[in-house]
């Protein structure tokens, strides 16, 4: 999709989702492989509302910053996302909100990143295959070895 071929990626990448010495820092390559399959295969709709809150953010950027996005200082682009983020006016708070969510779930679905904070889908899967799956909850768990 086009939407995360433009230039400018990276610099939204990193806007959302800042540097951490703890956490790896994102990968533009395999985030945007996930975002554009994220975009395929959900509502028809979305794809073109996505790229609506881009093309937004760039036109908020011009008005109240005064330059392009891409051309802000990286502290400005924190700034200029926070200020959205926390407006009062929903349509504001809601183009950002839209435009980070994919960018959010692309990276902290990687297994580097979730498993640091505390979150380990694997073993959460492991944990699940000990238990019958039901809403019966008087079943006791599963015992080692059976299905």
Known sequence: MRAFRETG???LLTAFLGRSSILPPPDPGGQREFLEEYLRAGAPEFPFLYRACLLALRALSLIMKGRPFSRLEER??????????SS????LRGTALLAGMPLYMSYYRRPEVSVPLGFDPQA???EADLRVVTRD???PPREEGKP
């Open 9 to 11: 990626f990276e610099e």
């Open 76 to 85: 400005e682009r924190e700034d200029f996302l926070n200020r959205l983020l």
């Open 88 to 91: 009062r006016y929903p349509l």
């Open 124 to 126: 959460l899967r492991d």
């Open 137 to 139: 909850r008087s079943l």
